[in-house]
C-alpha cells in the first residue's frame, strides 16, 4: 500500500526518531528497517531518507558521527538527542489523539493497546 | 546523460581545479591535494556506471558549498555499496532512489537548514535588502508614471490680476519711463552705494556734491517722475526695449531661463523682475544730498521739492504690492525722516511753517497712514508655483513636477545643480524624491500656516509682539535637516523668515511718528517762541494725538534738556532711562559712529526679559534717541 505524500510527510519524521530511539543507525539500515517494520508501508527512496534525516539534524532532534564499519566502509551514524526524544514523545502522542479520534469515528478498529504499549 | 559525461571533467586534473578544491589549510601548508573534490571522488569509488551517473547527478544539482557535497557524496556512496553489498542490484537500487531532481532540491533545502546562524543572517539581509529595493523599485515606478502621465492645471493668471491696475492708467499718467529715463541719464557713482553717507561733513561728501550737480538732469527727471501719479510698473518676466537697457545698469539681473513648463505664455510669478525699485532707491539718494545741498544754499523751495519727491517715491514703491516694495517703502520714509530731523536741527528757519504743515501731511500720508507691510504677493507666489508646479487632481492635491527642482535657479539665479538632489540626474531622482515630498495640499496648509502666522505677528505694534514669531520657527525647522528641506521643497528655500519684515515697518513708523512730533514741536516754538512742557500741548492742532512709544504703547517720551526738545523711545529694554544711550564702551574707543551704533542697538528689537529664566544675553540698558539726529 502506498501512502498519501503529505500522510508520509508527518509520518515519516515520527518513525525515522521511533528506529533511532533504541539505537543509532546509518542511512540503509534505516531505509531498510523502515520498509520491513512497517511492512513496506513506511518505504521511503534516499531521495525522500537523507534529506529527512538533514532536517532533521538541522533541528537538533538526531545528531551524527562519521564512522568506518567493519566493513571498512565510512558510514554516517544518526543517533537521537534529548531534544530529538522529547519530540517522539509529543509526536507520539499526537499520533495517539489521532488514532483515537479515528477509532471514535469507525475509522479505525479499536482497541489501542498494542500502540500505546508500543509507545 | 552518459556515466562518461559525468567522469571527472578533464579540466578537474588542472592545477587551478586541484586548488581550487584544495582545503585551505592544506594549502597554507603548501599541499595541493583536491579533498573538496566529490565528483572525483565518487568517480573513484568503483560503483556502476549507473549509481556513478546517479550520484553525480545529484551532487552537482545540489549546487552545495564544496565541503557539503562531500559530506553528501560520502553518505549517498556508503548508501549504495551498503546495498551492493547487500545483494540488491545497480539497477534496483537507482529504482528504489526516488526522482534525482527531487532529492537534490531537498538535500540542499535541508543541507542549508544546517548552514551557520552567520549565513542565515546574511541570506536574510540579502533578501530584506532585495525585498526593500524591489518594494523601492516598485514605488518609484507608480511615483513616476503618476508624475509624468498627469499635468499642471495653470487656472489662475496672476500676472494679469496684478497687472489689471498699473495697465488701466493712462501712458500720460505712468511714471515708471520717466524714472527709466532719469536711471539711464545718471552716471556712474562715485562711492559705493553701500557704504554711502548721505549726510554733509563726510569724507566723500564733496564726491557726492559733485557727482549730484553733475547730474543735474537726472535730479530733474527724478523730481518730474515723482510728481506723476502712478508709477505704473506692469510686471513681466522678460525686459523689453529700454528696460532691458537697466540690465547693463545694474538696475536688474538677466532675466532668468524659464524652466521648461506648460503654458508658458501665462508668466510665471516668482519670475518677475523688479527694476523699479533700485530705480527708486538711487533716486532717493540723488534727491536727498541735493536736498542737502539746497539747505546749505538755503533754497528751501528746492529742499522742500526733494523731500516731497521722496515720500512720493515711496509710495510708488508701495504702489508695486509686492513685499519687498513695502520694504522699501519704509526705508524711503525713514530716509526723509532722516533728512528732516537734520535739516530741522542745522537748519531750523529752512521752511516756512506752510511748507512744514505741508511736508508732516505728506509725510503722515505715505502708505496712506500706514507703513505696515503686505504679504498678498508671497501669496500670489507661492499660489502660482503650486499650480505651475504641482498637478491638479480636481480636489486641490497634487504631485511635485519635475520643473520643481530648478525654483532656486529661477528665484536667486544660481545653478540648477544646486537643487538638493544634483543637477544630471535630477529627473531620475525626482519620482524618487517626490515621495519624500510633501503634497500640493499639504504643502500649501503648511504655507498658509506659516504666512498667516508671520503676518499676523508683522501686524502687531512692537509692545505686542510675542516673544517668538511662530512663523519664523516654522521655517527654521523646515530647513532642519536635508530631509525636511527636501519635504517641504520649494517651501523651505522660498519662505523668508518674515518676523525681521514686521518689525522694519515698526521702527520706520515709530521714526515717522517721532519726525511728525518734531515738525509739530518746531512749529509750536515758532508760534510760542518757546517749547511745550508736554506734548498733550501739540494736540489738536500741530498732532492729531500724541503718538505711541511702539516699545511700550505708551505716549512718545519727551524732555526738554537745555531747554532743547529731545524725543525717545524706551527702547529694546522696555525700561525709561530718560533719554539715555546704551553704553557701548565695549566697542573699543576707535568704533566708528558710536553713538550712532548704541542707538541701533536701543532700536533693535529683541524679546522682552522672561523673569522665569535668566536672560540669554543682557538687554541694552538705554533709550532710543528719536530727535534730534544722532550723529
Redesign the interface.
Known amino acids: 500500500m502506498r501512502v498519501e505524500r503529505e500522510l508520509m510527510r508527518g509520518a515519516g519524521p515520527v518513525a525515522v526518531l521511533k528506529l533511532l530511539e533504541r539505537r543509532e543507525m546509518?542511512?540503509?539500515?534505516l531505509?531498510?528497517a523502515l520498509s520491513k517494520r512497517s511492512d513496506g508501508v513506511l518505504a521511503?527512496?534516499?531521495?525522500?531518507l537523507?534529506?529527512?534525516?538533514?532536517?532533521l539534524?538541522?533541528?537538533g532532534f538526531i545528531e551524527s558521527t562519521?564512522r568506518t564499519a567493519p566493513?571498512g566502509?565510512?558510514?554516517?551514524y544518526y543517533r537521537l538527542t534529548r531534544s530529538g526524544r522529547t519530540q517522539l514523545a509529543e509526536q507520539t502522542g499526537q499520533w495517539l489523539a489521532i488514532v483515537r479520534a479515528m477509532q471514535s469515528l469507525g475509522i479505525l478498529p479499536g482497541p489501542t493497546a498494542g500502540w500505546e504499549a508500543a509507545s | 546523460m552518459s556515466a562518461a559525461a559525468l567522469q571527472p571533467e578533464p579540466h578537474r586534473s588542472s592545477l587551478a581545479a586541484r586548488v581550487l578544491h584544495t582545503p585551505l589549510t592544506e594549502l597554507l601548508c603548501g599541499h595541493v591535494a583536491p579533498a573538496f573534490d566529490a565528483l572525483q571522488m565518487v568517480a573513484a569509488a568503483g560503483l556502476p556506471p549507473t549509481l556513478t551517473e546517479l550520484t553525480c547527478g545529484v551532487i552537482r544539482r545540489t549546487r552545495l558549498w564544496r565541503r557539503e557535497k562531500l559530506e553528501v557524496a560520502r553518505e549517498l556512496l556508503a548508501h549504495f555499496q551498503d546495498g551492493l553489498a547487500a545483494g540488491a542490484t545497480a539497477d534496483d537500487l537507482a529504482a528504489s532512489f526516488g526522482d534525482p531532481a527531487q532529492a537534490a532540491k531537498l538535500i540542499r533545502r535541508a543541507k542549508r537548514r544546517n548552514r551557520p546562524v552567520l549565513w542565515k543572517a546574511l541570506r536574510l539581509t540579502r533578501r530584506t535588502i532585495g525585498a526593500l529595493v524591489l518594494f523601492m523599485l516598485i514605488v518609484y515606478a507608480v511615483q513616476a508614471i503618476r508624475i509624468f502621465t498627469q499635468r499642471p492645471n495653470i487656472a489662475r493668471n496672476f500676472a494679469a490680476e496684478w497687472n489689471a491696475a498699473p495697465l488701466a492708467v493712462p501712458e500720460s499718467q505712468r511714471a515708471w519711463p520717466v524714472y527709466r529715463e532719469a536711471a539711464l541719464a545718471l552716471g556712474k557713482w562715485p562711492v559705493s552705494r553701500a557704504n554711502m553717507t548721505l549726510r554733509p561733513g563726510g569724507a566723500d561728501w564733496p564726491a557726492l556734491v559733485k557727482f549730484v550737480d553733475e547730474n543735474a538732469r537726472s535730479v530733474e527727471l527724478f523730481r518730474q517722475a515723482a510728481a506723476m501719479p502712478k508709477l505704473a510698473w506692469v510686471l513681466n518676466t522678460q525686459l523689453q526695449d529700454e528696460d532691458a537697457r537697466l540690465i547693463n545698469r545694474g538696475y536688474t539681473s538677466p532675466p532668468a531661463s524659464a524652466p521648461a513648463q506648460p503654458a508658458v505664455q501665462v508668466p510665471a510669478f516668482v519670475m518677475f523682475l523688479m527694476p523699479p525699485l533700485p530705480v527708486l532707491r538711487d533716486g532717493t539718494r540723488l534727491l536727498t544730498i541735493d536736498a542737502y545741498r539746497a539747505a546749505e544754499t538755503n533754497d528751501p523751495g528746492r529742499a522742500d521739492a526733494d523731500i516731497l519727491a521722496i515720500l512720493q517715491m515711496a509710495d510708488h514703491a508701495r504702489e508695486t504690492r509686492v513685499l519687498i516694495g513695502d520694504l522699501v517703502a519704509a526705508a524711503l520714509s525713514s530716509r526723509t525722516c532722516d533728512l528732516l530731523g537734520t535739516l530741522l536741527h542745522d537748519h531750523p528757519q529752512l521752511f516756512s511753517p506752510e511748507q512744514l504743515v505741508a511736508i508732516a501731511h505728506r509725510l503722515a500720508a505715505v502708505g496712506n497712514g500706514s507703513l505696515r507691510v503686505r504679504f498678498d504677493s508671497e501669496r500670489a507666489m507661492f499660489e502660482d508655483i503650486l499650480q505651475r508646479f504641482y498637478t491638479d487632481d480636481g480636489h486641490g492635491d497634487g504631485l511635485p513636477r519635475p520643473e520643481l527642482l530648478c525654483i532656486a535657479s529661477v528665484v536667486d539665479g544660481q545653478s540648477r545643480d544646486n537643487s538638493p538632489f544634483g543637477g544630471a540626474f535630477a529627473k531620475l531622482l525626482f519620482p524618487a524624491a517626490s515621495t519624500v515630498m510633501a503634497g500640493r495640499r499639504d504643502l500649501y496648509a503648511a504655507f498658509r500656516d506659516c504666512i498667516d502666522r508671520s503676518e499676523a505677528v508683522a501686524d502687531l505694534p512692537l509692545w505686542e509682539c510675542p516673544p517668538q514669531d511662530t512663523g519664523d520657527e516654522t521655517v527654521i525647522a523646515m530647513r532642519a535637516s536635508p530631509l525636511t528641506r527636501l519635504h517641504y521643497w520649494p517651501l523651505s528655500i522660498l519662505m523668508p523668515a518674515f518676523g525681521n519684515a514686521g518689525r522694519i515697518a515698526e521702527y520706520a513708523t515709530q521714526t515717522r511718528d517721532a519726525t511728525l512730533t518734531a515738525l509739530a514741536l518746531e512749529l509750536y516754538h515758532r508760534q510760542h517762541g518757546d517749547y511745550p512742557s508736554s506734548l498733550d500741548a501739540l494736540t489738536p492742532q500741530w498732532l492729531p494725538k500724541v503718538p505711541p512709544d511702539r516699545y511700550d504703547g505708551r505716549p512718545i517720551k519727551y524732555r526738554l534738556v537745555d531747554g532743547q526738545p529731545l524725543l525717545y523711545s524706551v527702547g529694546v529694554d522696555r525700561k525709561d532711562d530718560g533719554g539715555r544711550l546704551p553704553d557701548v564702551s565695549s566697542l573699543g574707543p576707535d568704533a566708528p559712529n558710536r553713538a550712532a551704533q548704541a542707538n541701533r542697538l536701543a532700536r533693535d528689537w529683541q524679546p522682552p526679559p522672561d523673569p522665569s529664566r535668566p536672560p540669554a544675553k543682557p538687554l541694552p540698558d538705554g533709550d532710543w534717541i528719536l530727535w534730534p539726529p544722532v550723529e
Open positions: 546509518y542511512g540503509y539500515e531505509i531498510e521511503m527512496g534516499q531521495s525522500t537523507y534529506p529527512m534525516l538533514y532536517n539534524e538541522a533541528k562519521e566493513s566502509r565510512e558510514r554516517k
